[in-house]
């Protein structure tokens, strides 16, 4: 088994730590280079892929339900149906939420390059009111900055996520589940400063 995909972004890390928790031999690749994408992903060019002997599964989603199919011990969904139900759409929501937030940080850190010496703006966007306007739109209409706007974001999702853990050791379950293993990585990934300034929100 073989697990390609750089070891900071969530995706991966989800599917890593699926492989520990089913106690499984594997080895983890990371791309050094733009090519390694392409190379081991033909068909899409996104990581993480997972190789099962002569098998290549992408996406981390259908990668943890492949997991499921091959090695059914320890299962990553609850015997209740509800209860799984409810696993996956966490599991979801974990994945997209990050995917929101670092998109909504990439934009920014694009805009700022965009607007540093050499690669200043010109014409109307250089007028003081047209930029202040603009940056009062970005921030959803108040004068917080953008990058300040996604850290409280992250804050009131990891807020939503105690409240919804409870006092259970795993959502909705006694055991860990893919949706423990998605918000784990989503907070894995917070810890390694994917997205800066998010690591001042407490990952307790």
Do not use: C, H
Not at 51 to 68: F, G, P
Not at 138 to 161: F, H, K, N, V
């Amino acid at each position: 088994i073989v697990l390609y995909g750089p070891r900071t972004i969530p995706y991966t890390e989800k599917v890593r730590r699926a492989l520990v928790l089913k106690g499984l031999d594997f080895e983890l690749r990371e791309p050094e280079s733009p090519d390694d994408y392409k190379r081991w992903s033909p068909e899409t060019g996104l990581l993480p892929v997972l190789t099962i002997d002569s098998e290549l599964v992408s996406d981390s989603t259908r990668i943890l339900y492949r997991l499921d199919e091959l090695f059914p011990k320890p299962p990553l969904l609850a015997a209740d149906p509800v209860v799984a139900a409810q696993q996956r759409q966490l599991e979801d929501w974990a994945d997209e939420s990050f995917l929101w937030y670092w998109n909504r940080w990439l934009v920014l850190a694009q805009q700022r390059e965009a607007s540093a010496p050499g690669g200043e703006r010109r014409g109307a966007l250089r007028l003081g009111g047209v930029r202040r306007g603009l940056a009062w739109l970005r921030a959803g209409g108040t004068w917080e900055r953008p990058e300040t706007a996604i850290s409280r974001g992250i804050g009131d999702r990891l807020d939503d996520l105690a409240n919804l853990l409870g006092t259970r050791p795993f959502f909705y379950a006694e055991r860990p589940s893919m949706a423990a293993l998605a918000v784990y990585a989503m907070l894995r990934s917070i810890e390694f400063g994917l997205i800066p300034d998010s690591t001042q929100q407490p990952l307790s």
